[in-house]
């Protein structure tokens, strides 16, 4: 198996344990900020990851489901039944990924969440009904680490999909980077600021660098003047 796609299988255990545990918890409690922006954070996560590493059909489902939450983040409110149907897409996460998903039953829950909000299917006016009516700008400080060649998605795919998040302007620093005879081409030395242009608030931007949130050096501050 390719290093890259078993990382990632790895990491999505994680991402789904964490879109399980999330949604039962809404269950019980309802509506939750805090609960909604963990599964958000990790569906958009599986999304992504999903999507480098291969896996555009588990991609294009996550970002169905993703669209509903994104919903339920603007409005503050969700409908009753939307962790249970969650819970459903979790397992059918999983089915694809081991390999024994039904497309047909993919597609009957994909259904089930456009009834549920038929506006929200994935769009690019759907990201444009986001709660911040003008262009916001952060200054984003990216450190990811040494062993960053070995992550999945690696720096530059990282750096791919901050571009995608709005206009920005990326820097590099290169004033680690040893001299020849010591340098090691298995190690990142190079640590980035940008500069982002975007309508996104942070907890979207945060979710675009899953592995930067879990101890390496990943840093937000906006919106600034």
């Given at each position: 198996m390719d290093d890259t796609i078993e990382i990632f299988l790895a990491e999505a255990e994680e991402w789904l344990e964490?879109?399980?545990?999330?949604?039962?918890q809404l269950n019980k409690e309802g509506f939750n900020a805090q609960l909604v922006d963990e599964l958000f954070r990790a569906l958009h996560t599986l999304k992504g990851s999903g999507a480098l590493a291969g896996f555009n059909d588990l991609s294009d489902f996550a970002h169905e489901v993703?669209?509903?939450?994104?919903?339920v983040r603007e409005r503050h409110s969700m409908p009753q039944d939307l962790p249970d149907l969650t819970?459903?897409?979790?397992?059918?996460?999983?089915?694809?990924?081991?390999?024994?998903a039904d497309p047909d039953f993919t597609d009957?829950?994909?259904?089930?969440?456009?009834?549920?909000?038929?506006?929200?299917?994935?769009?690019?006016?759907?990201?444009?009904r986001l709660d911040f009516s003008k262009l916001m700008r952060y200054l984003i400080t990216i450190d990811p680490g040494r062993d960053a060649f070995f992550s999945v998605p690696g720096p530059l795919e990282m750096l791919d999909e901050l571009r995608k998040i709005g206009d920005c302007q990326i820097e590099g620093y290169?004033?680690?980077?040893?001299?020849?005879?010591?340098?090691?081409?298995?190690?990142?030395?190079?640590?980035?600021?940008?500069?982002v242009l975007t309508k996104k608030d942070?907890?979207?931007?945060?979710?675009?660098?899953?592995?930067?949130t879990r101890g390496q050096e990943f840093e937000i501050e906006g919106p600034i003047i």
């Open positions: 964490t879109i399980e545990q999330a949604a039962l993703e669209s509903a939450w994104v919903v819970l459903e897409a979790k397992d059918q996460f999983q089915a694809i990924l081991e390999g024994s009957k829950v994909i259904s089930r969440f456009m009834e549920m909000f038929p506006t929200s299917s994935p769009s690019a006016q759907r990201r444009d290169f004033d680690r980077v040893p001299q020849l005879e010591q340098l090691n081409s298995n190690v990142c030395y190079v640590y980035w600021t940008a500069i942070p907890v979207e931007i945060e979710a675009c660098f899953p592995l930067w």
